[in-house]
């Protein structure tokens, strides 16, 4: 596909590499011609300087016979023109970012009216996956499927667990939890395993199942399952916002410190039900007098990395709280994935993984419709839902019957409702979705996992 990407941050050079390393034809638009040779040199790739927004750059791009623009710039205007002017210039899909909390309250209308193909907020996604995670503070990211119905829970397996050195049929056999660990992070190498594959302390295992029997799961492991009573977050921006608007509707009291005395004043405003300290968040007596030693969570959302990271790093010396990091810069994930400081949040990624859903899903529907897509494990791993069309090639033959390539594995199967971890004797019929989990990258369709 032809796809015009417009804005050259964090966002727009993360859709760049993963939609050029799938094969797609990629022109980046930006008014930087520095970050825009960077990435031109980096990936596969071509490159138009200006204002994306501009009829004549659009055209240098060749917008007439591109199939797709995506507009991630970091103005809300500006993307929605540079959609609207596409939409008009060469008939092509859009996709916009849109930030501000008071458009995200119009959305449909606006994607209605403007013709978008969709509309990401990457602040409002970032905040709903935290909430998910505090509703379920043992978890290091929950993903999930058949309409929140399926989640996929991600776990680092202690010390202590009865889990360790345990095969994963004898887990099977001695827990008789009907979920499946359908992957395992072991320094780094990724797996996808087998009944035979041995579970050792520290690895991250990745459990699918529904919400009931994943959270009976955890019970019998004896991990924590209530969700945090208390949380205080230190940055009041519009991820704080959206993540506060959430948590409070759920009951959970909440503790923000900004720095800016008018943000303040409007979070206030906005948050009637919230707490809003005016200080320095970095300030640990401050920290300490608002009752950090008695929090349940800490989530820090500050636009700097650095500080988040050390923020963290202090609470976790300090208490047990659940942590939530906001990380915008990807070049150092490696080094900050092994800090061990919670779970690790990037915008970037879960705008992407959106995106190239989308992609997909445009790209190809022969046999399915592409309904979720996960990246997972430093994108070593994909977790793909596929509702299967009448025509698909797998649709009325037994799972064992089927010439599934190796290396990927069914991991459930929604048959109207009715959600199943899939044997040799599975059937998948029309109109079921199917959730795939695979180390093979690029799958547009159901038939992609046959050989």
Do not use: W
Not at 287 to 311: K, R, Y
Not at 388 to 403: F, M, N, R, Y
């Amino acid at each position: 596909m032809r796809i015009i990407i417009v804005g050259c941050g964090n966002v727009g050079a993360a859709l760049t590499e993963q939609l050029s390393s799938e094969g797609h034809n990629i022109t980046i638009i930006d008014i930087e011609n520095q970050r825009l040779q960077n990435l031109i040199n980096n990936y596969d790739a071509m490159g138009v300087v200006g204002n994306g927004a501009s009829f004549a750059v659009q055209k240098e791009a060749d917008v007439e016979h591109a199939h797709l623009l995506i507009a991630v710039t970091g103005s809300d205007e500006l993307n929605l023109l540079c959609c609207l002017i596409a939409k008009k210039a060469g008939g092509c899909h859009t996709i916009a970012r849109v930030r501000n909390p008071i458009y995200n309250m119009e959305i449909n209308y606006i994607k209605e009216e403007l013709g978008l193909s969709m509309i990401i907020n990457p602040e409002f996604a970032a905040a709903s996956e935290m909430a998910r995670l505090l509703k379920f503070p043992t978890a290091i990211t929950i993903d999930a499927f058949a309409k929140g119905r399926v989640e996929m829970v991600k776990y680092r397996v202690k010390d202590d667990s009865i889990l360790c050195d345990q095969s994963l049929k004898n887990i099977s056999g001695k827990l008789k939890a009907d979920v499946l660990i359908c992957t395992v992070e072991r320094d780094e190498d990724t797996y996808i395993p087998s009944g035979d594959f041995i579970i050792r302390a520290k690895d991250e295992i990745s459990i699918l199942g529904t919400t009931q029997k994943t959270l009976g799961f955890f019970k019998k492991l004896g991990a924590a399952v209530t969700r945090a009573k208390n949380v205080m977050i230190v940055g009041g921006g519009e991820m704080a916002y959206y993540l506060a608007k959430q948590l409070t509707a759920m009951g959970i009291q909440i503790k923000i410190i900004e720095i800016d005395k008018e943000r303040c004043d409007e979070l206030s405003e906005l948050l009637p039900k919230a707490t809003i300290i005016n200080g320095n968040g970095t300030d640990k007596d401050l920290l300490m007098q608002e009752g950090l030693m008695q929090m349940e969570a800490f989530v820090a959302l500050t636009n700097i990395d650095e500080e988040n990271i050390m923020l963290s790093l202090f609470v976790k010396s300090l208490t047990d709280a659940k942590l939530i990091t906001l990380v915008h810069r990807i070049s150092y994930d490696e080094i900050i994935d092994s800090l061990d400081i919670g779970s690790i949040i990037y915008p970037k990624y879960l705008t992407a993984e959106n995106i190239i859903q989308y992609v997909r899903a445009m790209d190809n529907s022969i046999g399915s419709n592409i309904e979720s897509l996960y990246k997972l494990n430093d994108n070593k791993v994909e977790a793909l839902e596929f509702r299967v069309k009448e025509d698909s090639p797998v649709v009325g033959i037994p799972l064992q019957d089927l010439p599934i390539k190796p290396k990927i594995l069914i991991g459930s199967i929604n048959h109207k409702g009715a959600i199943s971890i899939p044997g040799g004797q599975s059937v998948i019929q029309a109109g079921d979705t199917v959730i795939v989990v695979t180390t093979i990258t690029g799958l547009n369709d159901i038939s992609d996992i046959l050989k």
